[in-house]
C-alpha cells in the first residue's frame, strides 16, 4: 500500500510538472507586454531620418526630405546618414548611437529608416529602450528593419509602421506612377491615424475565411534568422504577414519548413503572404512547385485564412502596415481586404 501511495504521488506530481512546461511552449503572447500606439503625427512634428543597416548619401535624401516638409513635418538628419563602413551606414558603434540617440530624444516624433540592406542585426542587442516605452514614437522601414520591428513587438509592446523608405522615394513626384505614389501617400496616412483599408485582387489559391488579431510579421528570411534569439515574436493569435524577395523557391520551403516546425504556424489567426519574388530554377534543379503550393502544403494541418499577393514587400505595391496593433482580415472569392481596428 506504500508503495502504491508513493508512485501515486510521483505520477500525480510528475503531471503536475510537465503541465506548465508544455504550457509555457505555446502562450508566449500571454507574457507580452499590452501594446501601445505611438501618437498620431500632425504638421510640426519631427521625422528623424537615420541609417541602422547600409549606407546611404544626403543627396539620396532629397526626395524624401522635400515630400516630408511639404506634407509640414519638419526633418532631423541622423548622424548615420553620410558615413560608410563597406557596405554599412558607419560602423555598428555609430549606428547604434546614432539610433540610441533618436530613440530617447523627445523632441522626435517618428524615426524614419534611409534604406535597408543588413546591419540592424548587428546594433539591436546594444539599444536601451526604457526611454522609447515610456515615450514611444513611430519606427518606420520594411526588409532589414523587420528586426526592429520584431525587437521592439517582443520587448516594448509598442506599435511600429511597415513601410517604404527613403531610397523608394520618387524623384518626380509629380509624373510618378500612381501606384508607387499611393504607396508613399500610405504612410502619412498611417502617421497621421487615417483609417487603413488594403485590398488585394482574388487568387485561385486563397484559403477563405476571416480573422482578426494583432498584425505582426515583416521579411520571411529575416523572420526566419531571428528565430530563438532575443527578437524572436510569437505568433499566437496573430496575424502573420511575410514577403521576400531574390530566393530559391527551395529556400521558401525551407523558410516555412522553419516556420512551421518553431509552432510559428500552429494558433496562427490569419496569413497573408506578399510579394515573392523568386530566383528562376537552376537547369535540372527545378523545385517543381509554387509559392502558393509551398505555403498550402506547410499549412494543410490548420483551416486559418490564407491570401496571396497581398500589396506588401519588394515591389511596387507595398503599402504601409501598423505592425503590433488589431487588424481585421477576409479572405474571400472576390477578394482579400484587411482593416485596422479602432
Known amino acids: 500500500m506504500r508503495r502504491k501511495h508513493f508512485l501515486s504521488s510521483v505520477a500525480a506530481l510528475a503531471g503536475g ?8 511552449v505555446r502562450p508566449q503572447a500571454a507574457r507580452e507586454p499590452a501594446v501601445k500606439r505611438p501618437p498620431w503625427l500632425k504638421p510640426g512634428d519631427t521625422i528623424a531620418i537615420t541609417s541602422p543597416a547600409g549606407a546611404i548619401t544626403l543627396d539620396a535624401l532629397k526626395p524624401a526630405t522635400s515630400l516630408l516638409e511639404s506634407w509640414g513635418y519638419r526633418v532631423r538628419i541622423g548622424e548615420s546618414i553620410g558615413k560608410k563602413d563597406f557596405s554599412f551606414g558607419g560602423t555598428d558603434a555609430e549606428r547604434g548611437a546614432d539610433l540610441q540617440a533618436l530613440l530617447d530624444d523627445p523632441s522626435v516624433s517618428a524615426i524614419l529608416c534611409a534604406r535597408g540592406g543588413y546591419g540592424s542585426v548587428r546594433i539591436v542587442d546594444g539599444l536601451r529602450w526604457e526611454r522609447f516605452k515610456k515615450a514611444p514614437k513611430w519606427v518606420i522601414g520594411f526588409s532589414d528593419i523587420t528586426v526592429l520591428h520584431s525587437h521592439i513587438h517582443r520587448h516594448c509592446g509598442v506599435a511600429t509602421l511597415h513601410s517604404k523608405m ?15 505614389r499611393a504607396t508613399i501617400l500610405s504612410i502619412k496616412a498611417a502617421l497621421e491615424g487615417a483609417p487603413m483599408d488594403q ?7 486563397h484559403r477563405a475565411g476571416t480573422a482578426e488579431g494583432p498584425l505582426v510579421g515583416g521579411n520571411l528570411r529575416i523572420l526566419e534568422n531571428l528565430a530563438g534569439t532575443p527578437s524572436d515574436i510569437s505568433t499566437m493569435g496573430k496575424i502573420l504577414f511575410v514577403e521576400d524577395t531574390g530566393e530559391y523557391l527551395y529556400s521558401i520551403d ?38 502558393p503550393d509551398i505555403v498550402l502544403q506547410k499549412t494543410k494541418d490548420y483551416s486559418f485564412p490564407i491570401c496571396f499577393d497581398f500589396p506588401v514587400g519588394h515591389q511596387p505595391a507595398n503599402f504601409a502596415l501598423k505592425c503590433g496593433l488589431p487588424h481585421h482580415l477576409t479572405v474571400a472569392a472576390d477578394g482579400t481586404r484587411l482593416t485596422d481596428l479602432p
Not at 488585394?200 to 489559391?205: C, D, K, T, V
Not at 519548413?257 to 530554377?281: C, F, H, Q, W
Request: net charge neutral; aromatic share 6%.
Open 17 to 24: 510538472a510537465l503541465l506548465p512546461a508544455c504550457a509555457a
Open 166 to 180: 527613403c531610397n523608394s522615394f520618387p524623384d518626380d513626384w509629380v509624373n510618378t506612377d500612381p501606384v508607387r
Open 199 to 205: 485590398q488585394a485582387p482574388a487568387h485561385p489559391q
Open 254 to 291: 525551407r523558410m516555412f519548413e522553419n516556420l512551421r516546425r518553431s509552432g510559428k504556424l500552429a494558433g496562427l489567426a490569419g496569413l497573408i503572404v506578399g510579394g515573392m519574388k523568386v530566383k528562376p530554377d537552376d537547369a535540372g534543379e527545378e523545385f517543381g512547385r509554387t509559392v
